[in-house]
């Protein structure tokens, strides 16, 4: 796990600039990668690249390079005023030069995702009207961690839960979700008063 850890810090990140290096330069990086998820899964010289990256949920290298590339531009079509705009808009150099197909610029091999999420408003981080060192800390109730372990006897455990539960939040307002939303960032709640 650190092994990947510490690759991801040095390679992954900078896959993006790998992308128009030559195939036998990539292919060093994903022999790079394979060997580090080899010492990292304790496997056999034999076992295949893509079982490791199966089963460490790695993604293979060519796709991290499109998905960073991707994520990149959208962040720039997002921000107003980037500096690097121009690389991800159409320039009349595009046409004129021949570019080998690992040498296109970032703007042809994004512009196939870009033009497809075209209609969709895409805002950049935006930083919250109030600063974080302003907001009151939350308060965390850790009093049932020393009540005792999970082998103890469950049904003990459990009314221990509900007698703080009821001790000590009966006059609180129990909101239940499940945390989830919908792709419009919509969610749900129920609020039950007793």
Same mark, same amino acid.
Request: with cysteine; net charge positive; charged share 20%.
């Given at each position: ?8 810090? *040095? ?43 199966? &089963? *460490?949920? &790695? ?11 991707? /994520? ?9 005023? #980037? ?16 570019? /080998?197909?690992?040498?296109? =610029? ?9 033009? &497809? ?7 950049? =981080?935006?930083? =919250?009207? &109030?600063?974080?060192? #302003?907001?009151?800390?939350? $308060?965390?109730?850790?009093?049932? *961690? ?7 006897? =469950? ?14 939040? /009966?006059?609180?307002? #129990? ?5 989830? /939303?919908?792709?419009?960032?919509? *969610?749900? #709640? $129920?609020?039950?008063?007793?």
């Amino acid at each position: 796990m650190a092994l990947t850890l510490c690759l991801k810090f *040095t390679v992954f990140f900078t896959l993006i600039a790998y992308n128009s290096a030559s195939e036998s330069i990539k292919h060093r990086l994903e022999v790079i990668q394979d060997k580090a998820l080899r010492i990292a899964c304790v496997s056999f010289c034999s076992t295949a690249a893509a079982a490791l990256q199966v &089963e *460490t949920g &790695e993604m293979p290298l060519a796709l991290r390079r499109s998905q960073q590339e991707i /994520k990149y531009a959208v962040n720039v079509r997002a921000t107003k005023n #980037h500096p690097t705009r121009s690389v991800t808009e159409f320039h009349w150099t595009i046409l004129c030069k021949k570019f /080998k197909p690992n040498h296109l =610029p970032l703007y042809s091999q994004t512009i196939e995702f870009v033009e &497809e999420i075209k209609n969709v408003v895409v805002r950049s =981080p935006a930083l =919250p009207e &109030e600063p974080p060192w #302003h907001q009151k800390p939350c $308060s965390v109730d850790t009093a049932l *961690t020393d009540c005792g372990s999970k082998l103890q006897n =469950p049904n003990l455990l459990r009314n221990l839960a509900l007698e703080k539960k009821l001790d000590s939040y /009966k006059n609180a307002v #129990h909101i239940y979700t499940d945390a989830s /939303k919908t792709l419009a960032d919509i *969610t749900s #709640h $129920s609020v039950y008063q007793s």
